[in-house]
């Protein structure tokens, strides 16, 4: 984990011979130095959306010739982005890969990804509501970007405008509506759920921490910046 907040959004996702990359929010010189520079290890980059806190190094990646996936409307910002839509598949090395819509305030894309190693990790970031179920996942890195009632007590004492709070409540995932998500899924063979995207003034890391795991059963990991997880199936 490179980064999960406003300030920048990077994932590795890194075996032996194989590096993919999520979200291009981060400086590639970052990334370059957390895989030891071994550039030619990666097959790719994935880009949920155009925001930049996603998407601003984008350039870095396709000027040393890394290729780049996102939605359309990223390509229109950032020539030469490959251009992936809802459920079609595709391959980068051993990692299969299907993109799928979430409900942000520009087009945005969360990714199922699966690999002989590490099984099947769902990813989604900077979106309000989640409206499928997956089967068969073995990790999940889920958006628990704010809880109602802190936002609801930063507007009442002024810390947060309401027009921007507004914009919190039609773009990211509330803690309980994260809950939600995960129970509607069949958790039974997953090894880890990575928490991302937390707001600076509207979440509580460990209160949030606690109530995922006492609603699913399972351990959480906030997505703090230098944290590394073992993704094999069986998890640690």
Request: positive net charge; contains cysteine; charged residues 20%.
């Amino acid at each position: 984990m490179l980064g999960s907040s406003s300030r920048g959004n990077s994932y590795i996702l890194e075996n032996r011979s194989e590096v993919l990359i999520i979200e291009a929010g981060i400086s590639y010189k970052e990334v370059k130095k957390a895989i030891d520079f071994n550039v030619s290890k990666i097959v790719g980059v994935l880009a949920s959306h155009s925001h930049g806190d996603h998407s601003k190094y984008i350039p870095d990646y396709l000027k040393d010739r890394v290729p780049v996936f996102s939605t359309e409307h990223t390509a229109e910002i950032y020539k030469n982005v490959n251009v992936v839509k809802h459920k079609e598949t595709f391959n980068l090395s051993d990692f299969r890969i299907m993109p799928f819509d979430l409900k942000h305030d520009v087009p945005c894309l969360g990714f199922l990804i699966k690999h002989p190693q590490a099984g099947t990790l769902m990813f989604c970031t900077d979106t309000y509501y989640v409206p499928y179920k997956f089967k068969g996942l073995n990790h999940i890195l889920i958006e628990i970007n704010y809880a109602k009632d802190i936002l609801n007590y930063n507007i009442q004492k002024g810390f947060i405008h309401p027009v921007q709070a507004k914009r919190v409540l039609s773009s990211h995932m509330e803690l309980n509506t994260t809950i939600n998500m995960l129970r509607a899924n069949d958790l039974s063979q997953v090894a880890n759920i990575v928490l991302l995207h937390l707001s600076d003034g509207n979440s509580n890391a460990r209160r949030f921490k606690g109530e995922v795991e006492s609603a699913t059963g399972k351990v959480a990991h906030i997505a703090d910046r230098g944290l590394e997880i073992s993704l094999n199936k069986e998890g640690f």
